[in-house]
């Protein structure tokens, strides 16, 4: 017990530990700020720099970024809606509204305590159900990943305003998108039409960065005589009843984060995705309408996201299979140091367990106290004209897409992004789905092909197994009442429903 202790805390007091802590945090914040410059390319320099270091300062390191990362998208998502990391692309959705009414204090500062509790649901998972939340990851199989990819692309119909069919529009968009490039098994071309510069795909950060950040720059060209909307930043920190009463929704979101983040590969997009998805589908009374500055639709995503991080470290710890793309880095990173994450490594090496549970828990305290800081000039930004705040989000769209490859061609392609996102945007398709696309179409991809070799490539039996297995029952059963709510039909059945309970409550007050 001593020694557990002894790890929990060694970052808590070595200030050598303190300081790469506070330092990544920081760095974190305002690397996942800036479109382009994504946590994994963060953690994967971080790598190169620190691979002489020990263990310890170089976890510690890379665990800050990452924690610090994963908050930091939230900030440009609210005050220029280009979401810093497909993360935060749900909470552009309610965070720029609120930006535009002037509440962009409010906004980042309601973001930052719910990131923070969500962080700490997660590493309280992380250290109470480790075991048990990677033991039943590890039973998911590529069809349920195929499931839960194709349970995304459905949810895109709750960030696609009121027509379902124009989400799902939006979301094959992505998917095609995502595709582009040479094949994954067979190593042919997709849609490449005979170009080498299509070969290595599209980049989804220059699609992101395009349909967002261009495409409204471009939009903003229809308002610049309107007047500037002056930030209220007397309010950073949240009401007492705000906290109170989103205090379970809070909760739920972060348990949503948690269990997604501990499935390998899924990571905090889809868990805020989902989590979004959820407050959507259960806030019955929300102060805004959703898609307007709903603050339950900003509490859900940051809660999720954060706690996935966490959730990420359960598998990559315990089973050596990484929760998202950061920790597949930092399993290199282990491996570097002579490590071998894996089932064996909490009997081996307990003590770098419970340093990274300690590590992480510094990490989200001083997200809390850098998060809170800086809030008065970056909201400065959202108050500049017009006039000099369009060009200047061209200019670091441009930046933040060449710095990913330093590929020229990722600019004509964000560029044609942008224009295409202007489009969608005035015939009223929402381009959020689209990125979303891009993110699950290869994840799907892989995982069907994978299931049908599985399945011998013989179509019942693929389909047999859909129904045949606990898991891939339920999200089957799942995915069915998702597409079925959004038709008509359903609808009806819930009127009819409504109806007998009506009539039966009569008979009940008769009797």
């Known amino acids: 017990m001593a020694e557990t202790f002894a790890s929990l805390t060694m970052s808590w007091f070595d200030p050598w530990l303190l300081f790469l802590t506070a330092a990544g945090t920081f760095a974190g914040i305002y690397i996942g700020a800036i479109p382009g410059l994504s946590v994994t390319m963060a953690t994967s320099i971080l790598i190169s720099f620190t691979f002489k270091w020990d263990v310890n300062p170089a976890l510690a390191l890379i665990g800050g970024v990452f924690m610090g990362g994963v908050y930091g998208g939230s900030r440009t998502a609210i005050l220029l809606n280009i979401p810093g990391a497909p993360s935060a692309i749900a909470t552009a959705l309610e965070g720029y509204p609120m930006a535009k009414r002037g509440e962009a204090g409010e906004a980042i500062g ?138 379970w929704l809070a909760v739920r979101s972060s348990g949503i984060g948690t269990i997604i983040g501990a499935l390998p590969g899924a990571g905090g997009d889809i868990a805020a995705l989902l989590a979004y998805d959820y407050a959507k589908r259960t806030t019955k009374d929300p102060e805004r309408p959703f898609g307007e500055g709903a603050k339950e639709g900003l509490i859900a995503p940051e809660a999720a996201n954060n706690a996935a991080v966490g959730g990420a470290y359960i598998p990559m710890l315990t089973l050596g299979i990484p929760g998202d793309a950061v920790t597949a880095v930092i399993i290199g990173a282990l491996f570097i140091h002579g490590l071998k994450p894996g089932p064996l490594m909490l009997v081996e090496t307990p003590h770098l367990f419970w340093f990274t549970v300690g590590n992480l828990a510094l990490a989200n305290l001083f997200l809390l106290i850098f998060g809170l800081t800086g809030i008065r000039i970056f909201t400065k930004i959202i108050e500049c004209p017009k006039a000099i705040l369009i060009p200047l989000i061209i200019i670091l769209s441009v930046v933040g897409t060449y710095a990913i490859q330093n590929n020229p061609v990722d600019i004509y392609w964000m560029l044609l992004f942008g224009v295409v996102g202007y489009f969608m945007k005035v015939y009223g398709f929402e381009v959020g789905p689209v990125i979303l696309g891009v993110i699950l179409g290869p994840m799907m991809d892989s995982n069907y092909r994978r299931a049908m070799m599985g399945a011998r490539n013989d179509i019942g039996t693929f389909a047999w197994d859909f129904v045949s297995h606990p898991i891939s029952l339920v999200l089957t059963v799942f995915l069915l009442t998702l597409l079925l709510s959004r038709t008509p039909l359903w609808g009806v059945f819930m009127g009819r429903i409504a109806a007998l309970r009506g009539e039966r409550r009569g008979r009940g007050a008769d009797g």
Request: no cysteine.
């Open 110 to 247: 309601l973001t930052t305590v719910m990131s923070v509790f969500g962080g700490y649901i997660g590493i309280l998972a992380l250290a109470l159900f480790a075991p048990a939340i990677s033991s039943f990851a590890i039973l998911f199989n590529s069809r349920d990943y195929l499931l839960l990819g194709l349970i995304g692309i459905l949810l895109v119909g709750s960030l696609s305003g009121e027509s379902f069919a124009k989400g799902v529009f939006a979301g094959a968009l992505g998917v095609l998108i995502g595709m582009v490039g040479l094949d994954p098994m067979t190593a042919e071309g997709r849609f490449t039409f005979g170009s080498i510069s299509l070969m290595g795909g599209i980049p989804y950060v220059a699609a992101m960065i395009g349909f967002f950040g261009v495409a409204e720059a471009f939009m903003q060209l229809h308002s610049l005589d309107m007047p500037v909307v002056k930030q209220r930043i007397d309010r950073i920190i949240p009401r007492l009843s705000d906290i109170k009463r989103y205090f």
